[in-house]
């Protein structure tokens, strides 16, 4: 085969593939992202097991979805925040989905990080726990190999607060207001 045909087949499907990433933008639909090898983590007993998710399934609530890196520090940027929401919202008035990107993880810790998401899953039986094993997200959603990202939904499905790093004092004050806001609305 030719060098130069075989080059322009990978720019193709390259940028083909990049065209149709749409980072989550303020006051617009969430971009469908849909992870069906592995998926939602399904607990029952001492049994778990996966399901085909996607992100148009609304639950109803004003949303959080976090995205992030299977590592450990990765997991910690968006904690200080979601651990607030759990002392200072009523849980039954809002849902928290967290996606663990596998594909980012270090080598040899998919273990590990599995067993961290079911232990996450036992302690927030409520929450949506979402194992995407082919970095599905960061392809999705533009956010580079490695990238995080915290998005709050209304109970429609659409964007009142993004971010893509940790949150300081003053954007945990203002988006937990934000929370307690759509959840009176």
């Not at 964007?159 to 759509?182: C, G, H, K, N, Y």
């Amino acid at each position: 085969m030719n060098i130069r045909f075989l080059l322009v087949c990978f720019a193709f499907i390259h940028f083909s593939a990049a065209s149709h990433a749409q980072t989550p933008a303020l006051s617009s639909p969430l971009p469908t992202l849909s992870i069906a090898d592995r998926g939602q983590l399904i607990a029952a007993a001492d049994d778990y097991s996966y399901a085909p998710w996607d992100s148009s399934q609304n639950p109803n609530k004003t949303h959080v979805l976090q995205y992030f890196a299977g590592t450990v520090s990765d997991k910690k940027t968006f904690e200080p925040f979601t651990d607030l929401l759990q002392t200072e919202l009523n849980h039954n008035d809002f849902h928290v989905t967290t996606i663990v990107n596998l594909d980012a993880a270090l080598w040899g810790t998919t273990g590990f990080v599995i067993s961290e998401v079911k232990g996450k899953k036992d302690e927030f039986p409520m929450a949506t726990m979402v194992v995407d094993t082919d970095g599905l997200g960061e392809q999705t959603w533009a956010l580079g190999k490695k990238g995080a990202i915290l998005v709050v939904l209304d109970t429609q499905g659409v964007v009142q607060f993004v971010t893509r790093e940790a949150m300081d004092e003053s954007t945990i004050t203002s988006t937990l207001e934000l929370m307690r806001t759509l959840i009176k609305s």
